[in-house]
Structure formats: structure tokens, C-alpha cells
């Protein structure tokens, strides 16, 4: 997968061996929590916090200056499962800094609700791989500027190679 970002500020505290890096923190959802699944498997989750908004508060807190999300339960459901818990995650930092959401999106209209609420950019991942031809029409009322499987607001990927 591709991963296009907005241009980002870089200070010289952020290079590496003289290579520009933006570290990312990523917040994965499952029933509600903050998780960290062992090799994949959804019963074999670590929970490390029952407030995801404030664990988001926490990285902005600790100079993120964008946030990943993924819900878990989407992801593995084919919907959104999470959408209480993002909700409350945009409400407390998506005003500071971009935050991006995977897992579970396969229309436009949750592409639309999410973007509404402040998410900046959706991932289109298992859709795009298994059924390309299905984002095509929530591919439409994005301009494209990039071929990629990450959709921010004004970027989405190509269906093949060489189409705009």
C-alpha cells in the first residue's frame, strides 16, 4: 500500500541517517478499547486502554502530528464496528491534527459520514484488493491525484495502471 500525506514540517530532529521520517502513532480498536492483537488473532488481544479519546489526546499530547486508527472489528466484520469510539477520538483531537481510519469501510456512504465527522483520510484496503471495481463510485467525488490504495479527501488510487 501507497501512503500519500499533506506536507508535513520537518524539524531536524525528525531525520534519520539524513532521511526525513514522520513517525505515525496508530490506535487499533477492538470492542471499544485500544488493542494490540498477538500474530493477527482476535482473541488473543492485549488491552492497553479502555478511553481510546484520551490515548488520542495522549499522542497529540506527545507531539503527533497525525494519528492512525483502525478498527479491528470492522475490519474483520466488513463495517464499521467502532464508530462510537472514533467518534469520540475525532471529537477530542481532530481539530489539531489529521487522523486517518482503516478497517471496515466499503461505501461511500461511510466514507462520507467519517469524513463529516473530521476523519481526514480513509484507507481502502480488503475492498480495493478482493472487489476493485466496488470503489469505483466512491472513487468519483474525489479528485484524483495519485495511484495509491489510501484515499485522503483529495486522493484516491487508480483501478489499473496508467488510468487517471
Excluded at 525528525?14 to 488473532?41: H, N, S
Amino acid at each position: 500500500m501507497i501512503l500519500f500525506f499533506r506536507k508535513p514540517i520537518i524539524r531536524p530532529s525528525e531525520t534519520y541517517f539524513g532521511k526525513i521520517m514522520l513517525l505515525i502513532p496508530a490506535i487499533d480498536l477492538k470492542d471499544g478499547q485500544c488493542v494490540r492483537l498477538k500474530q493477527g488473532l482476535m482473541d488473543q488481544a492485549t488491552v492497553f486502554s479502555d478511553t481510546p479519546a484520551q490515548t488520542a489526546e495522549h499522542w497529540f499530547k506527545q507531539g503527533a502530528r497525525r494519528l492512525h486508527l483502525v478498527d479491528l472489528n470492522g475490519a474483520f466484520a466488513g463495517e464499521p464496528k467502532n464508530f462510537p469510539a472514533i467518534k469520540e477520538i475525532l471529537a477530542a483531537v481532530a481539530q489539531h491534527i489529521p487522523v486517518q481510519l482503516g478497517g471496515g469501510i466499503r461505501d461511500l456512504a461511510t466514507i462520507e459520514k467519517y469524513l463529516d465527522l473530521g476523519l481526514t483520510d480513509v484507507i481502502i484496503g480488503t475492498a480495493a484488493v478482493k472487489n476493485p471495481s466496488s470503489c469505483a463510485k466512491p472513487a468519483k467525488p474525489f479528485p484524483a491525484k495519485s495511484s495509491s490504495a489510501w484515499m485522503p479527501k483529495k486522493v484516491w488510487w487508480r483501478l489499473t495502471a496508467g488510468q487517471p
